[in-house]
T-cell receptor, first 114, second 113 residues
């Protein structure tokens, strides 16, 4: 069974640009969530989707957005990039509808903003 | 707002010794507490979790304890081995419609051979 797949794995952008990251969850998993990981900050919740609906959003500015498609694949977008957006963006999927089950993480997309 | 504090940020132990990592959560409605291990350059993986209806859970060399009154929970690793070296994250969530996991800032554990 394939794991959570994230693309691209690495990317470099400049300030002001925008970026789209993609996540394909494990087959059968309908919940997809996104986290930002930075040194010293741990993993910070961005948003969670289930059946194409965003069920919760973390404390990030409106420049961060996402969506989920009917096949459960998800994308997140960051517009008007800032230096502070440099981070590892992790996607995780879960088979359960609620947040009391195991999250299966992808390997992440490492974004560098110059 | 919801917050999970984790201590220590780094921990160095001798192989064979025990390691303890502690977390405190702010949301009294939290009732699910997982621990994730992230090896260098790899994805986080669940190693153990506990729900609020139990006070302790063990799985071989690892155990987690929960004190709901004090709102803190701890990870205990006994007989540490070099392969236990990694960053460990605690987290907390509610079993309701919030659908989000709040993570601590992580503990870098180094097990010295």
């Amino acid at each position: 069974k394939a794991g959570v797949t994230q693309t691209p794995r690495y990317l470099i952008k400049t300030r002001g640009q925008q970026v789209t990251l993609s996540c394909s969850p494990i087959s059968g998993h309908r919940s997809v969530s996104w986290y930002q990981q930075t040194p010293g900050q741990g993993l910070q919740f961005l948003f969670e989707y289930f059946s194409e609906t965003q069920r919760n959003k973390g404390n990030f500015p409106g420049r961060f957005s996402g969506r989920q498609f009917s096949n459960s694949r998800s994308e997140m977008n960051v517009s008007t990039l800032e230096l502070g957006d440099s981070a590892l963006y992790l996607c995780a999927s879960s088979i359960l509808a609620g947040f009391t089950g195991e999250l299966f993480f992808g390997e992440g997309s490492r974004l560098t903003v110059l | 707002g919801e917050n999970v504090e984790q201590h220590p940020s780094t921990l160095s132990v001798q192989e064979g010794d025990s390691a303890v990592i502690k977390c405190t959560y702010s949301d009294s409605a939290s009732n699910y507490f997982p621990w994730y291990k992230q090896e260098l350059g790899k994805r986080p993986q669940l190693i153990i979790d506990i729900r609020s209806n139990v006070g302790e859970k063990k799985d071989q060399r690892i155990a987690v304890t929960l004190n709901k009154t004090a709102k803190h929970f701890s990870l205990h690793i006994t007989e540490t081995q070099p392969e236990d070296s990694a960053v460990y994250f605690c987290a907390a969530s509610r079993e309701d419609s919030s659908y989000k996991l709040i993570f601590g800032s992580g503990t870098r554990l180094l097990v010295r051979p």
